[in-house]
């Protein structure tokens, strides 16, 4: 997962050309914020399930390297709480940005626009 800032992208709502927030999961854009009317796109109709194998992606790969580390030397184990602990507020973090893109998708306009 990445979020990428610096975009400078034409927004198809207020048609300014600026700031984009952009939201990559799995090595492939998913969302886009304007910075200037908020406006979001979502690209992926499951931008959950997309942050889930992301997850899953990275999980696995570091399951992978934690049983290397402790097949090498079963000392290791005793570390794993400790190395753990940092990995929720990081999540934490990342949930909170893929809801904040899922939140601004329903919060616009142009989705509860009647007419
Ligand atoms: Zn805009």
């Given amino acids: 997962m990445k979020v990428d800032n610096d975009a400078i992208l034409t927004c198809g709502s207020c048609e300014i050309e600026g700031p984009h927030e952009l939201l990559y999961l799995s090595e492939h854009l998913c969302a886009?914020?304007?910075?200037?009317c908020g406006k979001t796109?979502?690209?992926?109709?499951?931008?959950?399930?997309?942050?889930?194998?992301?997850?899953?992606?990275?999980?696995?790969?570091l399951a992978g390297k934690v049983a290397g580390q402790v097949l090498r030397s079963p000392v290791e184990i005793v570390k794993l709480p400790f190395k753990a602990i940092g990995?929720?507020?990081?999540?934490?973090?990342?949930?909170?940005?893929?809801?904040?893109?899922?939140?601004?998708?329903?919060?616009?306009?142009?989705?509860?626009r009647s007419r």
């Fill in 32 to 36: 886009s914020r304007c910075a200037n």
């Fill in 87 to 112: 990995k929720p507020f990081g999540l934490l973090r990342e949930v909170n940005q893929v809801t904040s893109f899922e939140r601004s998708r329903r919060l616009s306009p142009s989705r509860t």
């Fill in 41 to 61: 796109q979502v690209y992926s109709g499951h931008i959950y399930t997309e942050y889930a194998r992301d997850l899953a992606e990275r999980t696995t790969h």
